[in-house]
């Protein structure tokens, strides 16, 4: 894989990510499990409900030391359990936290890393049950954002012991498991989906091919399978163009376990995703859901029925501004909730009216237009932001540079021109853009530039206008600089 198209969907990641620590108590999951009850989550508190919503309960475990909630995961209304992490150490601690009484009461259980594992955690992790017995954890590996590394336990008694897989863990990412040996891995905003049919002790990796109806969005990022039972499941896939324009939305469908998949449903043309951005949705009584925001605050609901054709789409001014679409959960065709980045929301109509049910006060800066920006100083006044900088080390950042409220995206790996810049302004969910910095013959961002044949000069360095175009259009701009590369043929 290049490094171009691993930067590509990794920056999305990482500027959603570094929104989602500024806001580090904001509701990160969540999950329906009736069509009363279910569980919300933030980094530090669990919160749980039997109203939908309409009022909440705090269930958080308590450790005799702050603990970050990393994993929440519920089989059913009463049983659940949540990873618990402690980043304050140089080696993370972890502990699982089990209840069987709906978060009433919970059992604590400091988990054990196996010795032979000495690689340096981060503190990050996934758990996922198959039944009251069998589960996982995958517990991330400190590394460059280019990688995901980590390690693999499992447990047969409910969580009271664990140990290390025996085979190779091909990725550190979100898993499921449908049986005690059948699950699958999704690569966070890439292209790579696994499947283990033998308790995760080895992985097979999985590809499908985008049907030629949603030509030419072919760049595949992958979300975790849905199954029914052991044999009928639908898969989401997002598929992207290279350029600023529409992707698609397939929901592949299996009747063998995942062996084999069709495209069952398609969303095509849709606006506001790039390469590494999955267009969130799920699967009620085989229609497909999906939810978009565009134009800062309207949250559009789609429902595809099962012989293909749209059922329903809604729009309202709901989502909260400069907020993007995380996760869905539906207990019916009309009942459900949708997550957003801003806050969490239900509706009863099927996506016509939205209330927030957010079960903690965010606070939310006041202008999320407003972005990374160079408030004071514009690459205007200096020509180009490039001439101010001889090597990464001497630059310094203005004292006006402020945290972004707003997702962002990595504008020159999807070659965007100024009208399209426009449309992305008026109809994504994005307020910032990512540049890179211009650099001169001989520095490693310029060698990097060439290699890549990005002729970011153009654009920056020769053409300052075009960065204070799109500041004008209202977007916050972030400058990047490519530090060294390893060398490659």
Same mark, same amino acid.
């Given at each position: 894989?290049?490094?171009?198209?691993?930067?590509?969907?990794?920056?999305?990641?990482?500027?959603?990510?570094?929104?989602?620590?500024?806001?580090?108590?904001?509701?990160?999951?969540?999950?329906?499990?009736?069509?009363?009850?279910?569980?919300?989550?933030?980094?530090?508190? +669990?919160?749980?409900?039997?109203?939908?919503?309409?009022?909440?309960? @705090?269930?958080?475990? %308590?450790?005799?030391?702050?603990?970050?909630?990393?994993?929440?995961?519920?089989?059913?209304?009463?049983?659940?359990?949540?990873?618990?992490?402690? @980043?304050?150490?140089?080696?993370?601690?972890?502990?699982?936290?089990?209840?069987?009484?709906?978060?009433?009461?919970?059992?604590?259980?400091?988990?054990? &890393?196996?010795?032979?594992?000495? &690689?340096?955690?981060?503190?990050?992790?996934?758990?996922?049950?198959?039944?009251?017995?069998?589960?996982? &954890?995958?517990?991330?590996?400190?590394?460059?954002?280019?990688?995901?590394?980590?390690?693999?336990?499992?447990?047969?008694?409910?969580?009271?012991?664990?140990?290390?897989?025996?085979?190779?863990?091909?990725?550190?990412?979100?898993?499921?498991?449908?049986?005690?040996?059948?699950?699958?891995?999704?690569?966070?905003?890439?292209? @790579?989906?696994?499947?283990?049919?033998?308790?995760?002790?080895?992985?097979?990796?999985?590809?499908?091919?985008?049907?030629?109806?949603?030509?030419?969005?072919?760049?595949?990022?992958?979300?975790?399978?849905?199954?029914?039972?052991? %044999?009928?499941?639908?898969?989401?896939?997002?598929?992207?163009?290279?350029?600023?324009?529409?992707?698609?939305?397939? +929901?592949?469908?299996?009747?063998?376990?995942?062996?084999?998949?069709?495209?069952?449903?398609?969303?095509?043309?849709?606006?506001?995703?790039?390469?590494?951005?999955?267009?969130?949705?799920?699967?009620?009584?085989?229609?497909?859901?999906?939810?978009?925001?565009?134009?800062?605050?309207?949250?559009?609901?789609?429902?595809?029925?099962?012989?293909?054709?749209?059922?329903?789409?809604?729009?309202?001014?709901?989502?909260?501004?400069?907020?993007?679409?995380?996760?869905?959960?539906?207990?019916?065709?009309?009942?459900?909730?949708?997550?957003?980045?801003?806050?969490?929301?239900?509706?009863?109509?099927?996506?016509?009216?939205?209330?927030?049910?957010?079960?903690?006060?965010?606070?939310?800066?006041?202008?999320?237009?407003?972005?990374?920006?160079?408030?004071?100083?514009?690459?205007?006044?200096?020509?180009?932001?490039?001439?101010?900088?001889?090597?990464?080390?001497?630059?310094?950042?203005?004292?006006?540079?402020?945290?972004?409220?707003?997702?962002?995206?990595?504008?020159?790996?999807?070659?965007?021109?100024?009208?399209?810049?426009?449309?992305?302004?008026?109809?994504?969910?994005?307020?910032?853009?990512?540049?890179?910095?211009?650099? %001169?013959?001989?520095?490693?961002?310029?060698?990097?530039?060439? %290699?890549?044949?990005?002729?970011?000069?153009?654009?920056?360095?020769?053409?300052?206008?075009?960065?204070?175009?799109?500041?004008?259009?209202?977007?916050?701009?972030?400058?990047?600089?490519?530090?060294?590369?390893?060398?490659?043929?």
């Amino acid at each position: 894989m290049h490094l171009g198209k691993i930067s590509v969907y990794l920056l999305t990641i990482l500027m959603v990510s570094s929104v989602a620590a500024a806001q580090s108590d904001n509701i990160h999951s969540m999950k329906l499990l009736t069509s009363q009850v279910g569980w919300a989550a933030s980094q530090s508190r +669990l919160f749980w409900t039997t109203s939908t919503g309409d009022s909440w309960s @705090e269930i958080t475990p %308590k450790a005799s030391t702050p603990m970050t909630i990393a994993s929440v995961f519920f089989l059913d209304a009463s049983t659940g359990w949540a990873l618990l992490s402690d @980043e304050n150490e140089d080696k993370p601690r972890f502990t699982l936290a089990s209840t069987t009484s709906a978060g009433s009461t919970w059992t604590l259980t400091a988990i054990t &890393i196996p010795e032979a594992q000495t &690689i340096q955690l981060s503190g990050g992790g996934c758990i996922d049950f198959s039944d009251s017995l069998h589960g996982w &954890i995958v517990l991330t590996q400190v590394s460059s954002s280019a990688f995901s590394l980590g390690i693999l336990l499992k447990t047969e008694d409910g969580g009271s012991t664990w140990q290390a897989t025996s085979g190779n863990l091909p990725i550190a990412d979100p898993l499921r498991f449908f049986t005690s040996k059948d699950g699958w891995m999704a690569r966070l905003g890439g292209d @790579e989906l696994y499947v283990t049919h033998d308790g995760a002790n080895s992985w097979q990796e999985v590809s499908l091919k985008a049907p030629p109806q949603v030509y030419p969005a072919v760049h595949a990022t992958y979300d975790l399978p849905m199954f029914e039972d052991s %044999k009928h499941g639908f898969l989401p896939v997002t598929y992207a163009q290279t350029a600023c324009k529409g992707s698609a939305l397939v +929901l592949f469908a299996t009747d063998n376990g995942g062996k084999t998949w069709v495209p069952y449903r398609i969303l095509p043309n849709l606006t506001g995703s790039s390469i590494g951005q999955t267009i969130p949705s799920t699967v009620v009584q085989s229609n497909l859901m999906s939810a978009q925001v565009s134009g800062a605050t309207v949250l559009t609901f789609t429902t595809v029925a099962a012989d293909g054709k749209v059922l329903s789409s809604t729009s309202a001014d709901a989502a909260p501004a400069g907020s993007a679409v995380f996760d869905l959960s539906f207990a019916s065709d009309t009942l459900g909730w949708v997550l957003t980045s801003g806050g969490l929301l239900s509706t009863t109509d099927g996506g016509i009216t939205w209330v927030d049910i957010t079960p903690l006060a965010m606070q939310r800066p006041a202008d999320p237009q407003s972005g990374l920006n160079w408030n004071g100083f514009t690459l205007n006044d200096a020509g180009s932001l490039s001439s101010l900088i001889s090597d990464h080390e001497s630059f310094e950042a203005p004292e006006s540079l402020q945290n972004s409220a707003g997702l962002g995206f990595d504008q020159q790996f999807v070659a965007c021109a100024k009208p399209q810049m426009k449309t992305w302004w008026e109809y994504s969910p994005y307020f910032d853009v990512g540049f890179y910095l211009n650099a %001169k013959q001989g520095n490693p961002t310029f060698q990097y530039q060439k %290699k890549m044949n990005h002729k970011y000069d153009e654009n920056l360095g020769g053409n300052p206008p075009w960065t204070s175009n799109v500041e004008n259009q209202g977007w916050g701009l972030i400058p990047l600089w490519v530090g060294l590369q390893a060398p490659s043929p």
